[in-house]
């Protein structure tokens, strides 16, 4: 069965610091990958979806960056991380092609300081 | 204008009441329709989906799609405490994911 594994669950970072968010896929190949932000109360945002290696998609101009260095491995940077960067981030997959739904990891809290 | 509009609530009910979660879109190149729950500080979980105009059950829960005015919704029978949740409905096109708001939902024992 597919799995995915997203850490760390919860970071506090400050001002200016950088941020590296890593998520990854078990058990299925080639998948579609997203990363999400949710603000309090909000909904989902997408930031940058990929679909295959080196592949990336960006929605939203801002000072977030996303690499996809192997096939089942999503990584969300940041330089220089903002106070408005704050957020729950969720990564998640789906199907190649083949079915639509996505499938998210359990998030991780980012509170800048 | 957002491309999937969606009422954020709250919406508060008594247990047993039947509830109607809806969305609007704009671009009539959306094909799936999804509806995700979400409890508090966790990810979003898989509740149905479909791709065609009309209804589609499972057990408590029906959506319905009607691509001609580009409105999906929700439908909870029997409403339970453990229905307690945001609502998030989500739309593919060209393999990109897009999520209304989402509606934060409670069940009153």
């Known amino acids: 069965s597919q799995t995915i594994h997203q850490w760390p669950a919860t970071l506090v970072q400050p001002v200016g610091s950088p941020l590296s968010l890593e998520c990854t896929v078990e058990?299925?190949?080639?998948?579609?990958l997203y990363w999400y932000r949710q603000a309090a109360g909000r909904g989902l945002q997408l930031l940058f979806y990929?679909?295959?290696?080196?592949?990336i998609s960006s929605e939203v101009p801002q000072n977030l960056s996303a690499s996809r260095p192997q096939d089942r491995q999503f990584i969300l940077s940041s330089k220089k991380l903002l106070l408005s960067d704050s957020g729950f981030y969720l990564c998640?997959?789906?199907?190649?092609?083949?079915?639509?739904?996505?499938?998210f990891g359990q998030g991780t809290r980012l509170t800048v300081v | 204008q957002k491309e999937v509009e969606q009422d954020p609530g709250p919406l508060s009910v008594p247990e047993g009441a039947i509830v109607s979660l809806n969305c609007t879109y704009s671009?009539?190149?959306?094909?799936?329709f999804m509806w995700y729950r979400q409890y508090s500080r966790k990810g979003p979980e898989l509740l149905m989906y479909?791709?065609?105009?009309g209804n589609k059950e499972d057990g408590r829960f029906t959506a319905q799609v009607d691509k001609s005015s580009k409105y999906i919704s929700l439908f909870i029978r029997d409403s339970q405490p453990s229905d307690s949740a945001t609502y998030l409905c989500?739309?593919?096109?060209?393999?990109?994911?897009?999520f209304g708001q989402g509606t934060r939902l409670t069940i009153n024992p």
């Open positions: 058990g299925t190949s080639n998948p579609n």
């Open positions: 671009n009539s190149a959306f094909q799936y």
């Open positions: 998640a997959w789906s199907v190649y092609r083949l079915r639509t739904e996505a499938f």
């Open positions: 990929s679909v295959g290696i080196g592949q």
């Open positions: 989500a739309m593919l096109r060209a393999q990109k994911l897009v």
């Open positions: 479909t791709y065609s105009s």
